[in-house]
């Protein structure tokens, strides 16, 4: 799986695969208020991907998916985060710098999503070298 997500699936066209929901990750940086909307922070690699209910496999518009990576030193700052909304096709883009690997750990960027009616996600995604990635988050209903 080069290139991709350690939690979050790979995007994939095809309309029959199963929507299992995206594995939650330790909640990372996520204690602070949300980064600003911003859909570019850097350049050097982009992410792209998809927001999905579990239900029914449906897009989910209007998702808030927030990303967390870390500076050079590995300190996670404002100026190292940005949030997008996704479209009507629950699509969404994110450009940065490629993240970096700090204390032992793998290349990364800590991934919330937020979206009404729905649990909170909290993800990750390793970029294993690529210098793009394209994510499928699947998100579980909120329990009445």
């Known amino acids: 799986m080069s290139g991709l997500a350690l939690f979050a699936a790979a995007a994939s066209s095809a309309p029959t695969q199963a929507c299992k929901p995206t594995p939650d990750d330790a909640a990372g940086p ?11 922070i850097g350049t050097g690699h982009v992410l792209t991907g998809v927001v999905l209910s579990v239900l029914d496999c449906k897009p989910i518009r209007g998702a808030r998916v927030d990303f967390w990576q870390s500076n050079k030193r590995g300190v996670y700052t404002r100026a190292t985060s940005g949030s997008v909304l996704t ?3 629950g699509r969404f883009r994110f450009e940065g710098p490629r993240p970096v690997s700090y204390e032992g750990r793998p290349a990364h960027i800590h991934i919330r999503v937020v979206a009404k009616g729905h649990e909170i ?6 970029p294993h070298g690529a210098r793009r990635g394209n994510l499928r988050l699947v998100l579980v209903p909120q329990q009445v």
Do not use: S
């Not at 996600?121 to 390793?126: A, C, F, G, H, P």
């Open 30 to 40: 996520f204690g602070r208020v949300a980064p600003p909307l911003r859909g570019k």
């Open 87 to 89: 479209n009507a096709a």
């Open 121 to 126: 996600l909290l993800t990750r995604y390793e």
